[in-house]
Every structure is written in structure tokens, then in C-alpha cells.
């Protein structure tokens, strides 16, 4: 029912019941009856098209000015990282000042989505851009949230972020294509 408005998200929610059952079974071996199967196995996903949309050079400079617009330093911030970077929307946003190699002008990510460690390039904009945040006192988050200690939401990057988009006339464009632009 949810596909017909929302593929990707029924593929999404599908993938999240297919796990939770799993799990269930795993954690409550004693209890799984003999010969029974997750509900979600053998269910047919809606097809998917991979998007292949970056920021063209034609779109840069009203995209940069909206960023320059976003009036929180650290979402602004966080903003340039993405596309300096090419870091994940998850790791810039949660990033902790004591990853930033200041001397190799590096981000260090213990744990990454390949569950690896990872060495971000950081480039002299880059680089400037992180030495003039402001820092929290009592959060070791670079960009720091609204809640102490925690880093920005991920709801609230996603709010300023649709804001910042469409200030720059960029309606489709999402977070992580920014990281595609960078790439």
C-alpha cells in the first residue's frame, strides 16, 4: 500500500521488518515455532533507480550564496563541510573536535559506515571553516545541537537544509548529493 506513493520508503520499511524478525527469531530461539518463516522473506521490492544528481557548476554560485545565507554558524558550517568534503551526512554532522588532525589537516572517523576507520582530506577552506566555529563549552561535537553534549539532529540538518535548497532553486537536489558534487 505504501509503494504505490513511496516506493523507495516501502522498500525501506520491508528491509526494517525483515530485520526485526530475524532478530526476534535469533534473540527468542526457544520460543520460534518449528518450520516458521519471517513474513517479510520472499516479498518482491519496487524497483529503484539510482539518482545521479550533483550540483553543476551553473548551480554553484546561487548555492553557495543560499548556504552563506543559513543563519546558524553551525549549520552553515556543516553545510561546506559536505560539499568540501564529501563526508557522509552522518559523519560530518556527529564529527568530534578531538577527530580533526589540525597538524595533517585531516578528519579522523574511528568507525565509518564500512565500519572502518577513515581519513577525511581537510583543505585550507576546510580547514579555515573549522578553526572559526565557535565551540561549546561542555560538547565535543563540532557542530554542536540544541540538546548539551549532542551534536545537530538530523531533523534539524534535513529542516535547514530543504530551507537552504530552496533559497538556492534547487528543489531536488538532496544532502547527499552534495557529497556526489564534492566526489
Known amino acids: ?3 504505490k506513493t513511496a516506493p523507495y520508503e516501502a522498500n525501506r520499511l520491508l528491509a526494517l521488518i525483515h530485520r526485526m524478525f530475524k532478530l526476534a527469531r535469533r534473540w527468542y530461539k526457544r520460543e520460534v515455532p ?11 521490492k519496487f524497483p529503484e533507480r539510482k539518482r545521479k544528481r550533483f550540483v553543476r557548476e ?5 548555492l553557495a550564496k543560499a548556504i552563506d545565507k ?4 553551525y ?3 556543516a553545510l561546506w563541510l559536505y560539499l568540501l568534503t564529501a563526508g557522509r551526512n552522518s559523519e560530518i554532522r556527529t564529527a568530534r573536535r578531538d577527530q580533526v588532525d589540525w597538524d595533517n589537516a585531516q578528519l579522523i572517523l574511528p ?5 572502518e576507520e577513515q581519513w577525511i582530506p581537510l583543505s585550507a577552506p576546510a580547514l579555515a571553516i573549522l578553526q572559526a566555529l565557535p565551540v561549546e563549552e561542555g560538547n565535543p561535537h563540532l557542530f554542536p ?3 548539551k553534549g549532542q551534536p545537530l539532529s538530523q531533523s534539524g540538518m534535513w529542516k535547514r537544509w530543504s530551507k537552504t535548497r530552496k533559497k538556492a532553486g534547487l528543489s531536488d ?11
Request: proline content about 4%; charged content about 30%; cysteine-free.
Open 1 to 3: 500500500k505504501i509503494g
Open 34 to 44: 518449528v518450520g516458521w518463516t519471517n513474513p517479510a522473506y520472499d516479498i518482491e
Open 58 to 62: 551553473n548551480e554553484m554560485l546561487g
Open 70 to 73: 543559513e543563519p546558524n554558524v
Open 75 to 77: 549549520h552553515r558550517a
Open 111 to 115: 568507525e565509518t559506515k564500512s565500519g
Open 145 to 147: 545541537g540544541r540538546k
Open 173 to 183: 537536489v538532496r544532502i547527499h548529493d552534495l557529497r556526489r558534487t564534492a566526489g
